[in-house]
T-cell receptor
Framework: NAGVTQTPKFRILKIGQSMTLQCTQD?????MYWYRQDPGMGLKLIYY???????DKGEVPNGYNVSRSTTEDFPLRLELAAPSQTSVYFC???????????????FGSGTRLTVV | KNQVEQSPQSLIILEGKNCTLQ??????????LRWYKQDTGRGPVSLTI?????NTKSNGRYTATLDADTKQSSLHITASQLSDSASYIC????????????FGAGTRLFVKA
């Protein structure tokens, strides 16, 4: 039982390049999330998914895209990297029963992305 | 506006001492409040979770309190250890589902020998 696995751990991109951050979980959680964490700031929600085939925007979705073709995988795509996207990215998952019960998040170990 | 504010921003204590971290929130409607520990370079790990009706929850040397009337929570660490050096994040969820969650900026705790 690996929990939430993110790859890569580190990446340097040039402005305008694209990449996909991978995230997979083996806990059969229905909810999955992508957050970014800037220095000294709280985590900000980029996108989330309540189940396979369903995704929705969070607080800071611009410049990113996601897909959820399976319960396990929730990749985050950056199409045209910009310096403002330099951050640490965390994937998380949780099990929620309905819309009012949430049993807490399990986070991945993060991807440190630098755009130069 | 839904906000979670934590204090202090950072704290230095000697090994073996106790400390208390504060969290004030304006999130409404309230669902639950969690404290997470985040080691440097790692993802946050859950310490405690409290719902509206709970006013204290312990996890080993960590004790969280919640006052839902004043919208305040605290995390008390007893007999600190060097391994307690980390960021402690207060997280409040609204009563609308798992994605309506607001994270505090965290308190950075340094425990020195």
């Amino acid at each position: 039982n690996a929990g939430v696995t993110q790859t890569p751990k580190f990446r340097i991109l040039k402005i305008g390049q694209s990449m996909t951050l991978q995230c997979t979980q083996d806990m059969n959680h229905n909810y999955m999330y992508w957050y970014r964490q800037d220095p000294g700031m709280g985590l900000k929600l980029i996108y989330y998914s309540v189940g396979a085939g369903i995704t929705d925007k969070g607080e800071v979705p611009n410049g990113y895209n996601v897909s959820r073709s399976t319960t396990e995988d929730f990749p985050l795509r950056l199409e045209l990297a910009a310096p403002s996207q330099t951050s640490v990215y965390f994937c998380a998952s949780s099990y929620s029963k309905g819309r009012t019960t949430n049993y807490g998040y399990t986070f991945g170990s993060g991807t440190r992305l630098t755009v130069v | 506006k839904n906000q979670v504010e934590q204090s202090p921003q950072s704290l230095i204590i000697l090994e073996g001492k106790n400390c208390t971290l504060q969290c004030n929130y304006t999130v409404s409607p309230f669902s639950n409040l969690r404290w997470y520990k985040q080691d440097t370079g790692r993802g946050p790990v859950s310490l405690t979770i409290m719902t509206f009706s709970e006013n204290t929850k312990s996890n080993g040397r960590y004790t969280a309190t919640l006052d839902a009337d004043t919208k305040q929570s605290s995390l008390h660490i007893t007999a600190s250890q060097l391994s307690d050096s980390a960021s402690y994040i207060c997280v409040v969820s609204q009563n609308t589902g798992g994605f309506k969650t607001i994270f505090g900026a965290g308190t950075r705790l340094f425990v020195k020998a």
